[in-house]
């Protein structure tokens, strides 16, 4: 199926007939989106606008997507280059959702282990630097903001510190060593960064999978960060039923018991892959494409119901469009994307209905290509 034949199937399926919807019962951002993986950079510009419209009608208010420091400062003494995030903050802002970026990846000038691309920084202060001018140009007060007035203001409100620096992948440290002192270090100095630049920005922790409540907990023993920052952030990466709502309860149960029960909780990565069979890997996370919606619908069902008590007010799907190739993390998308004979070629999967049918059913309207309410 080629991109155009694609994307008029997602228009029928946009604007086909539905039952009368209820009003809006969640927060404006609950339902987010991860666009990551080969989608992100691969696919041509005309196919990102596409597809962050897509992503918009499918009812994402909030997008997460990684944004390297590496990428835009790999010269130490060189000026950030801002192209690719002002692309990013151009295709959020005309597509009405809220823009997440996660800075995360160190350059090769300011890695502590200089041959792993996801060292932590050797000198925190110059991760900073960058978080502070990141904020100083996209915030509400922002410099692009003034320089684009042709566009809608959205500035980025939120950042997040890092992504899942409980895993050596992502925290690239040496065998034995603690990953949370080091990780509070870069959190307590990322937050007066922040700060410093626009009090109004809010500052995210990075996202904890896994065993995450029991990570969380060692975070705030060996990382001091208590009162630095203003939302934490979990990944509940499980294949048991209700799962993710049992680990968030668990998660809340741990910020509260330091002290942090009036802090926001999101749910920043939230998914299963539909690779079951299809990979000579045994991973207990594996699934169906069929289960894949289902554990989708469940897990959103579960947090919209309990959203009050657990202070959930984002909760991101892992992820837009995947390759359906080798690991399994790669068989996570709403589509299969790919290329072909130079085309930009998605097949939507079942859970991309499931998406819409439940961030439907919580937004209370079906939306157009720039995050409005097309109809109740």
Known sequence: MRLAAALLATAALL??????????????????????QEVSYRTSLPTRAEQWGNMAAAGAEAVRTPVLWSKAQPNKHGAINWKGTDGLVTLAAEHGVELIPVVTQAPKWDRKYAKKPFSPPSNDAAYTRYLRKLVKHYGPKGSFWKHHPELPKLPVHSVQVWNEPSEYYQ?????????????????????????????????????????????????YKTGNIHGYFNVAAIHPYTAHKHGVLTLTKQFRAVMDKHGDKGKKLWVTELGLPASKGKTSDNGQLQTTDQ??????????????????SLKV?????????????????????????NRHDGQDVFQE??????????????EGCTKTTTGACARR
């Open 313 to 337: 007010n984002h909760v991101f799907f892992y992820t837009w469009a995947s390759v359906y190739k080798g690991w399994i993390f790669k068989w996570t998308g709403l589509y299969v994307y």
């Open 15 to 36: 604007v086909a007939p539905t039952a009368a919807l209820a009003g809006r019962s969640v927060p404006q951002g609950f339902f987010g989106m991860n666009w990551d």
């Open 349 to 362: 999967k079942p859970a991309y209905q499931a998406y819409v049918d439940v961030s439907r059913s919580g």
């Open 171 to 219: 925290w690239s440290i040496p065998d034995g060593q603690d990953w949370g002192p080091g990780y509070g270090k870069l959190v307590r100095k990322s937050y007066k960064a922040i700060k410093d630049a626009d009090p109004s920005v809010k500052v995210v922790l990075a996202g904890l999978p896994n065993t995450s409540p029991q990570y969380l907990d060692h975070l």
């Open 291 to 308: 289960g894949m919606a289902d554990f989708l619908t469940e897990s959103y069902n579960d947090l919209m119901q309990h959203r009050t």
